[in-house]
């Protein structure tokens, strides 16, 4: 009697109870903070394979009656939400991009991985392909890093958040001078505090953006029932809105709009680079004519034993570096432009110690000022009430 092979199923992502364990690193140090439990699968990835049972093979007795083998146990290869079986029925694969988990025997593919409470030492730092939900808090020195939106139903306290998407943040963001947050898309939040915001299109604030860098690609919006704007640094590259900008204490808050005040430093850096290389390219040119030309013999004995080849690859590597120079500062030049549609809005009050900036333009609020918007007019920033 040859016993048959019952059948099995291989997964092509982890399954292991033991798999948000902390590990142990070769310094013998324990990390509490990348615990690996997402199961990151792309579209079209395979997520488990199916081996078929192998009937055995019957026997017989010494007194020549038949003996049967064990019939072999057959387990289901079941498709759950967006899992699919492939034509040979034997292959399960992924019908989008996300995380990989079982439930009620299924294999399952969702685009969004939910944390049920805090981001903390029970979960590590999460990084996913898709969308990620938090039910409770980030706590101080967590990351989360999302290919979609990340959502967070309390705070933010202290922790890291980098988002393909948006990032909605349902209570605050507590930067506690540590953290810092950036998407792609949006940010939405009912408060920053001392935090560092950073998003391609629009920063949305309900309360209060208090003692935070903030940097908007589009606009920052500060409209909710307080509405207010006190210290820090605020850059949007079209417009900055809030009822309440500065308080009665002069505290110091820099709005800026259009460019920021780093990208001048940038574009004074990029002419000096620009001028650098320039004057090496100058110099490189003159030797490989020298080389080329052993007439001029003095000269020629001096350079005598350069690889050409390497003097016209370095010309070469300094022309690539020159003609980014010269995009990068193209950029910037062209963002000026947008500074004639730029606007600081204030809906109630402007307090003195508020400074307003388009580009290396300033204005100084010296006073309060009410019901006023800001913009800039040739070589002036103005102020015009609404």
Known sequence: V?????????????????????????????????????????????????????????????????????????????????????????????????????????????????????????????????GVRILGNIRPGFTVNAGGDVEVN?????????????????EGILGRERGQITADGSVYARFLENANVEAGHAVIVGDAIMNSIVKAGS????KGQKGKIIGGLCFAGEEIEAKVIGSMLAVNTELEIGISSQSIADLKALSKDEIMITDQLQK?????????????????????????????????????????????????????????????????????????RFANLSYNVREEMRHIYFYKEEDEVKAAHY
Request: with cysteine.
């Open 2 to 130: 040859k016993r048959g092979r019952d059948a099995a199923i291989e997964y092509s992502f982890n399954i292991s109870k033991d798999l948000s364990k902390p590990q142990i690193l070769d310094s013998g140090r324990v990390d509490f903070y990348n615990l690996n439990m997402i199961q990151s699968v792309v579209e079209g990835q395979e997520l488990a394979k199916k081996t078929p049972a192998v009937p055995g093979v019957s026997g017989i007795t010494v007194t020549g009656k038949p003996i049967n083998p064990p019939i072999p146990r057959d387990v289901l290869l079941k498709p759950g939400k967006n899992a699919m079986l492939a034509n040979d029925g034997l292959t399960l694969i992924a019908k989008i991009s996300g995380h990989a988990f079982i439930q009620a025997g299924c294999i399952c593919v969702s685009p969004v991985f939910e944390v049920a409470g805090d981001v903390d030492l029970s979960t590590g730092n999460i990084d996913f392909i898709g």
């Open 154 to 170: 309390r705070t933010v306290e202290g922790g890291f958040i980098r988002a393909g998407g948006n990032i909605i943040v349902k």
């Open 219 to 222: 606009k920052i919006t500060v």
């Open 284 to 356: 490189l040119e003159e030797m490989i004519k020298i080389l080329n030309n052993s007439k001029e013999l003095e000269k020629y004995l001096v350079l005598k034993g350069q690889d050409p080849d390497v003097l016209t690859a370095t010309q070469q590597n300094l022309l690539t570096k020159l003609e980014a120079i010269k995009g990068k500062r193209s950029e910037i030049l062209a963002s000026f432009k947008l500074l004639e549609q730029g606007r600081v809005r204030v809906h109630e009050c402007i307090h003195p110690g508020a400074v307003i």
